[in-house]
């Protein structure tokens, strides 16, 4: 099994910054196995989004929303992936979660962290 666990959250004003990281850990053999690592958010009441994510090769996709403002980092070697996030904005404001895609050759799916809240007052 794969744990990830997300840190960096918390209460910013518009128009600052954060860095939320994220870290890899448990079975080598599995962490192997991942191809690309990202950031979605939730908003209540609303669903799940994906917010960027970045491949093995470092090639990265960013919602619309966010394109300029956040950029995506990774770190394979240490099995890490940050978010840094720029010019934030309230509606900016939801619980963030790591996630990362894997694939067995049999099987695919996508480990979860726990989820980091980020709250953008106006």
């Known amino acids: 099994q794969v744990q990830l666990v997300e840190s960096g959250g918390g209460l910013v004003q518009a128009g600052g910054s954060l860095r939320l990281s994220c870290a890899a850990s448990?079975?080598?053999?599995?962490?192997?196995?991942?191809?690309?690592m990202g950031w979605y958010r939730q908003a209540p009441g609303q669903q799940r989004d994906v917010v960027a994510t970045i491949s093995n090769g470092g090639r990265a996709n960013y919602a619309d929303s966010v394109k300029g403002r956040f950029t995506i980092s990774r770190d394979s070697a240490k099995n890490t992936v940050d978010l840094q996030m720029n010019s934030l904005k309230p509606e900016d404001t939801a619980v963030y979660f790591c996630?990362?895609?894997?694939?067995?050759?049999?099987?695919?799916?996508?480990?979860w962290g726990q989820g980091t809240q980020v709250t953008v007052s106006s």
């Open positions: 996630s990362a895609a894997y694939s067995t050759g049999y099987t695919a799916g996508n480990y």
């Open positions: 448990g079975n080598i053999a599995n962490i192997n196995r991942i191809f690309r």
